[in-house]
């Protein structure tokens, strides 16, 4: 099957908040080409001998997406333009132009494997997609299994790692952990391997929720103390009581700011009295309507940490 493929031409400052945009209207398989060089910060955090020659970074950038041809695609990109061309009270947009062309479904969906290499979070943990190997690593560095398939999680992004950070900075042994919107199941996974005594991870979507148990067994995880879900903690009454009520002594979501700011209205209830929630994905802009969501909601501010235009609210129950 050939899928049609849309590239939209914009610049480097933009394409955060184009993809973050794009994801939250359901597009998946989100391909960015830019000239932007990696800080050296990057080139050590990342198992690639050879860097490619880019050519001087002019500031722009392609954002490609792509869309099943039983879709109705004059109606998607119309969506996709409007919401675009409203990001720019934000941010410089560029030409903010779509071109179409096709490719084949092989294409997009595996290629991107040959450009995901072993990298590192930090000097303790090396995060590696299942096709790779890794030599000398260094003792008690942990080494994370990773197979995202189409859900977001592969760890390189700056909410997945601040999200990894404060689970490193906060967790304790005893702690049941609850991880909603878990993606790929990295924050579980880590959370686990970290010693953590029991997990719950929860998505509304049932491939992420497969690709989590999967990437669960390729890293050996006692399968007995954690469990993966697929279901909706905000609106399904009947699926909270399922996840657990009053059990958790962490929660982390790395979602959206939009999903968060309900979630904290109704995330207490699956809470101990004291425990913490880790939640990421809030674009800078949105920090304010977050913050204000929480403490309405009775969390208390613990920490609040940034990396680029992304921000990562800790709190306490």
Wanted: charged fraction near 25%; charge should be negative; glycine fraction near 6%.
């Amino acid at each position: 099957m050939r899928w049609n493929k849309y590239t939209l031409s914009t610049t480097t400052q933009a394409v955060d908040l184009i993809s973050y945009t794009l994801g939250e209207m359901g597009i998946e398989g989100i391909e960015i080409q830019d000239k932007v060089p990696l800080s050296e910060e990057d080139k050590k955090k990342m198992f690639i001998d050879i860097l490619p020659d880019l050519g001087p970074d002019d500031g722009k950038a392609l954002v490609s997406f792509y869309i099943d041809p039983s879709q109705d695609h004059e109606d998607t990109i119309q969506r996709v333009l409007n919401e675009i061309y409203g990001l720019r009270d934000f941010v410089d947009i560029g030409e903010a132009t779509i071109t179409k062309s096709q490719t084949a479904d092989e294409d997009w969906m595996n290629n991107w494997k040959k450009y995901w290499k072993p990298f590192k979070v930090d000097d303790a943990i090396i995060i590696k997609p299942t096709w790779e190997t890794v030599d000398d690593v260094p003792e008690g560095t942990l080494v994370v299994e990773l197979d995202p398939g189409t859900s977001f999680g592969t760890g390189m992004h700056h909410t997945t790692r601040l999200c990894i950070t404060q689970i490193k900075k906060y967790l304790q042994p005893e702690y049941k952990l609850l991880d909603v919107g878990c993606g790929s199941g990295i924050l579980t996974i880590i959370s686990m391997l970290l010693g953590c005594r029991e997990a719950t991870a929860t998505d509304i979507d049932p491939h992420a929720v497969d690709a989590a148990v999967e990437n669960a067994k390729g890293n050996h995880l006692d399968m007995s103390r954690c469990r993966f879900l697929c279901g909706d903690v905000i609106s399904d009454n009947e699926f909270c009581e399922t996840v657990d009520m009053g059990q958790y002594d962490m929660v982390v979501a790395n979602i959206l700011a939009d999903v968060i700011i309900p979630l904290s209205k109704v995330l207490r209830e699956h809470m101990k009295p004291g425990a913490l929630f880790v939640s990421s994905g809030i674009i800078d802009m949105k920090e304010e309507a977050v913050r204000q969501a929480l403490l309405e909601n009775g969390f208390e501010i613990v920490e609040v940490t940034y990396s680029g235009e992304w921000v990562s609210f800790t709190v306490r129950a």
